[in-house]
Nanobody, 126 residues
């Protein structure tokens, strides 16, 4: 079964950090473009960060630039989203999605992604 599974969400205080994982099973994430998206209550889903499939270039939404960082672990078939300096407005369900191929900043646009996980909840609150 081809699937993506997110993990690592939870409750964290403002200013804290979390690392989200997006693990693939049934297929290899190598060379796939992978995006992280989030949906806050009452809001539309938005692209947060992504890595393209052709050259591993990373793209970030302005709201998370310099606070969130993507990385790949090829051995574990996993993509990570390191989130630092978290703010209450980062509270959302976070989803990862993947597609091959996926070029350039289109990896931040959900209509270009095909395989989706079920999400993990991140709550930033004191």
């Amino acid at each position: 079964q081809l699937q993506l599974v997110e993990s690592g969400g939870g409750l964290v205080q403002p200013g804290g950090s979390l690392r989200l994982s997006c693990a693939a099973s049934g297929f290899t994430l190598d060379h796939f473009g992978v995006g992280w998206f989030r949906q806050a209550p009452g809001k539309e889903r938005e692209g947060v960060a992504c890595i393209s499939s052709n050259d591993d270039t990373q793209y970030y939404a302005d709201s998370v630039l310099d606070r969130f960082t993507l990385s790949r672990d090829y051995a574990k078939n996993t993509v990570y989203l390191q989130m630092d300096s978290l703010k209450p407005e980062d509270t959302a369900v976070y989803y990862c999605a993947a597609k091959w191929p996926l070029f350039g900043s289109t990896c931040l646009r959900e209509e270009y992604l095909e395989r989706w996980g079920k999400g993990t909840l991140v709550t930033v609150s004191s």
